[in-house]
């Protein structure tokens, strides 16, 4: 699982990437926050620092990752995030969360960019 995890990452980065996009961090977690929510890629979109949710699996079913998502881990997202931004200067920067699906199923892989796919809630959970 772990794994498939990593590769669909390393897919991920590499198509955001190939898109014009620039990594800044990936699988960031607060100093000091060994608990805290990962984030799987911090990306910069021109003047956007984009946060990325990456979904792996390998099926040819229904299975869809992105309803993993639930509020609880929405909201820890968030706030890693906001961990994030207080470490660095962000002031001419606007901010979104995007989900990568990375769908290694046999015969190949598929890779669906939700751009702004969620808004960080307004309170924590």
């Known amino acids: ?4 995890g ?10 955001l990437l190939e898109n014009g996009y620039e990594i800044l961090a990936r699988n960031w977690r607060g100093k ?13 979109d021109g003047k956007t620092i984009v946060f990325v949710e990456v979904k792996s ?5 229904f299975d869809q990752p992105e309803y993993r998502l639930d509020l609880r881990k929405i909201s820890r997202l968030a706030c890693a995030a ?17 989900v990568m699906i990375v769908n290694m199923a046999e015969g190949g892989c598929v890779i669906d960019h939700i751009k702004d796919a969620f808004r960080a809630p307004d309170e924590p959970i």
Request: charged fraction near 35%; aromatic fraction near 8%; include cysteine.
């Open 32 to 44: 000091g926050q060994l608990r805290s929510p990962e984030i799987d890629i911090i990306a910069r």
């Open 1 to 4: 699982m772990r794994d498939r």
């Open 82 to 98: 906001q961990a994030y931004l207080s470490q660095i200067d962000h002031d001419d920067c606007s901010c979104r969360f995007d």
């Open 57 to 61: 699996f390998a099926s040819r079913g």
């Open 6 to 15: 990593a590769k669909g990452e390393n897919l991920a980065s590499d198509f």
